[in-house]
């Protein structure tokens, strides 16, 4: 009887046709009806409580399935990497056997001629990708989903600094192939397009290298996910899932976290999603303490939209009916590659007021509506986010009064500097949110600004202390943890000259965001 282990004796025969049959075949299955999903890469069967996946015997510049050992090896690492992340989706790796009488079966005795990882079936309306498209991707799931990608890095295999894996090397052996796969299709993707984005890329890619070493040797390349687009998180047992990752390449499984968060920031962007886009990547750099690599995030973008671009190539030519619809995304999957390359002038846009003001409000606001900045949006950067990060509580959890300790207060500023600047250096703007109230701190913040040779825009937030201390005692599920005598507190307060932009904070949102989008466009 043969084991998944078993590497069998069948002829390597990359004729899968009776298999594909076989496993689309209700009878198989105990009589239950067969959905079948395609990729360029594999043919997934729903049956009743299970998905049988079943590789595609093909190589391609990326992947080779082209032989029975190969799918076999294939399957047993999917197997084995998946269920890092979710164990009980993934149940194990099955052989497609020739029974001696004639027929297929899943196990049993008989010659292997094929081999499929069979999986725990979930609804496909579950899919990120299908509830993107159904208005059902919220504020919520991107948090979560970014604090369990965060953990799921953090306790990811480290490339050793040794390793062909990851840095600037790594990188360039990587944008090369997918160039060349789009030169493969000339009648698609125009020749002339391709060497420009190639050029671009090559001159992208040359300063960037320090940086790409330096990330490397600093353990931030590791054994991630590999194809982290929405297709692939699904919401299993109402958590939300990364599955199906990378097990037949280790560079383009093994490699810089924040390339792993592209694709995903990527498709999102994509889908119209890009306040999606933006809130998961500020809620994955502050859960997983990465700051310093936004520089290469262009970069990692557009090779994530080449990707997806060349893909759908791949999967119009064995789904012709789709073919309109696919080169209709990947040229907009071109267009975005060229995008995420374009100039975009980095700037630090502060909001500061006493609590109740409507700060972190307006800061979102204003991250969602830049439209000239390097994608997927400014970075948004919270002091009461900070905050609740450093104890390590949730984000409507209280905090004791020591929390809001002078020595307290001057780590979480110090922190919110560092991780401003950074995000400055690398060419990504920032809009930060805080009470600034202290001289010294305004006096900082605007000095980040010089040192990283950005504009800088403060706005002062004021309202009347009748309608903040309303706004607080509304207040529900909000990460501040200001009550009515904390505004009390803070009205006692002279916070001293004040040289930003005095925006009045007593109306509505809209027009307090109208304002201070107003006044950006006055000073660009």
């Known amino acids: 009887m043969p084991r ?18 076989f496993l689309a075949d209700p009878a198989t299955h105990g009589g239950q009806p067969v959905e079948r ?21 093909v190589h391609l510049p990326y992947l080779d399935f082209s032989s029975l050992e190969k799918r076999r090896l294939s399957c047993l690492g999917e197997l084995a990497l998946n269920r890092r992340t979710v164990p009980k989706l993934y149940l194990g790796v099955e052989a497609i056997c020739q ?62 600094p040794t390793s062909p894996w990851g840095g600037a090397r790594a990188r360039a052996e990587t944008v090369r192939p997918n160039l060349a796969e789009l030169r493969l299709a000339p009648d698609w993707f125009e020749a002339a397009r391709v060497e420009t984005l190639s050029r671009r890329l090559e001159d992208r890619l040359a300063p960037l290298g320090p940086l790409l070493d330096r990330r490397k040797g600093e353990a931030w390349v590791r054994r991630g996910h590999g194809d982290l687009h929405l297709g692939n998180i699904c919401l299993f047992e109402g958590r939300p899932t990364p599955f199906d990752g990378i097990e037949f390449s280790e560079a383009l499984a093994q490699i810089d976290t924040l390339d792993d968060v592209a694709f995903l920031l990527m498709d999102l962007d994509h889908r119209g999603l890009r306040p999606l886009a933006r809130l998961f990547l500020d809620r994955y750099l502050l859960a997983s303490g990465d700051r310093g690599g936004l520089g290469a995030l262009p970069l990692f973008l557009t090779d994530r939209a080449m990707v997806r671009a060349h893909v759908n190539r791949r999967i119009a030519s064995a789904d012709p009916t789709a073919a309109p619809r696919l080169k ?36 979102r606001r204003l991250a969602d509506a830049l439209k000239d900045v390097a994608a997927p949006g400014a970075l948004h950067v919270r002091t009461d986010l900070i905050r609740k990060h450093l104890f390590g509580a949730g984000d409507t959890d209280r905090l004791p009064e020591s929390a809001y300790s002078a020595a307290v207060n001057a780590r979480i500023y110090a922190s919110l500097f560092d991780w401003a600047g950074q995000a400055l250096h690398g060419g990504h703007s920032a809009i930060a949110d805080g009470v600034f109230g202290d001289p010294a701190e305004r006096a900082h913040i605007e000095r980040v600004a010089r040192q990283a040779g950005v504009p800088f825009i403060g706005f002062w937030l004021e309202a009347p202390g009748e309608v903040l201390l309303a706004r607080v005692a509304r207040r529900r599920g909000d990460a501040s943890d200001a009550t009515e005598a904390v505004v009390r507190a803070q009205l006692a307060v002279n916070f001293g000259p004040v040289a930003w932009t005095t925006l009045d904070a007593s109306g509505p949102a809209d027009m307090l965001a109208a304002a201070a989008e107003g006044a950006i466009d006055r000073r660009t």
């Open 99 to 160: 029974r001696t009488g004639g027929g297929l079966a899943i196990g049993g005795e008989g010659r292997i001629v094929d081999w499929v990882v069979r999986m725990r079936r979930f609804e496909q309306t579950a899919l990120f990708d299908r509830m993107a498209r159904a208005g059902g991707l919220d504020d919520s799931l991107m948090v979560t989903l970014a604090r369990i990608v965060a953990a799921f890095h953090g306790a990811a295999e480290r490339a050793q």
């Open 37 to 57: 999903i395609d990729t360029h890469a594999a043919m997934v069967f729903l049956a009743g409580k299970w998905a049988w996946k079943l590789k595609r015997a």
């Open 4 to 21: 998944a282990g078993d590497p069998g004796t069948a002829t390597e025969d990359s004729d899968q046709t009776a298999v594909a049959a």
């Open 328 to 363: 209709a995304e990947a040229l907009a999957n071109l267009d975005a590659a060229e995008r995420y390359l374009a100039p975009s002038g980095a700037r630090l846009i502060v909001v500061g007021g006493r609590s109740g003001t409507g700060k972190s409000t307006l800061a």
